[in-house]
């Protein structure tokens, strides 16, 4: 009998031990705020916007709706990226051309792609360069900050916006 017992208050143990790390865990995140509602972060290969930070779980929503819950002992105990905290966002993207590309006119391009779209912010300044010589190409690196909010829009807008103005340019882009 006492065997029973004794197996019944280990079992029990065990069973509230990962309550009891959701329980201090949320109760770390609700006092030392490494993110709060509304923020948009990356934590246990999630990326969502909180909706909601219980005692136990905290709630995000996914851009394609998806609600995830994150038991707080393992997001505590992870890194969390917090993408919406300082406000902006740096959004990079490379792109590559062939050797016949006038890097001169392709920059020009890009940057007057940048400064039709109101969404990029002036400060810190936007930074469009050749990054890498490759054996078949030349890759530029484009660099521009954003409010958070504003990320995958912008991010598709700038991109268009590039291709469009090399095709019309007659800078011919790869696989043409």
């Known amino acids: 009998m006492s065997t ?9 143990g ?36 909180v909706t909601s930070i219980q005692i136990f779980y905290t709630v995000l929503l996914t851009a394609d709706n998806k609600t995830v819950i994150i038991p707080n002992g393992k997001l505590f105990n992870e890194v969390i990226v917090n993408v919406t905290r300082e406000g902006k966002r740096r959004l990079d993207f490379e792109i590559k051309l062939g050797y016949a590309a006038p890097v001169p006119q392709v920059k020009q ?13 002036h400060e810190p300044a936007t930074r469009v360069g050749v990054v ?5 190409g030349v890759k530029f690196t484009i660099n ?17 916006r590039i291709v469009i103005g ?10 043409m």
């Open 166 to 175: 090399l095709a019309a340019a007659g800078v011919k882009l790869p696989g």
């Open 109 to 121: 391009i890009i940057n007057e792609a940048i400064k039709a779209i109101p969404a990029i912010l």
């Open 144 to 160: 521009v900050w954003v409010e958070p909010a504003n990320f995958l829009s912008t991010k598709i807008e700038l991109q268009e």
């Open 14 to 49: 065990l069973a509230l031990s990962g309550t009891l790390q959701n329980f201090a865990g949320g109760v770390l995140i609700l006092m030392l705020k490494p993110f709060e509602i509304d923020d948009s972060i990356v934590a246990q290969g999630q990326d969502g916007r």
């Open 132 to 136: 890498a010589l490759e054996i078949d």
């Open 4 to 12: 029973i017992i004794g197996a019944f208050g280990v079992a029990a």
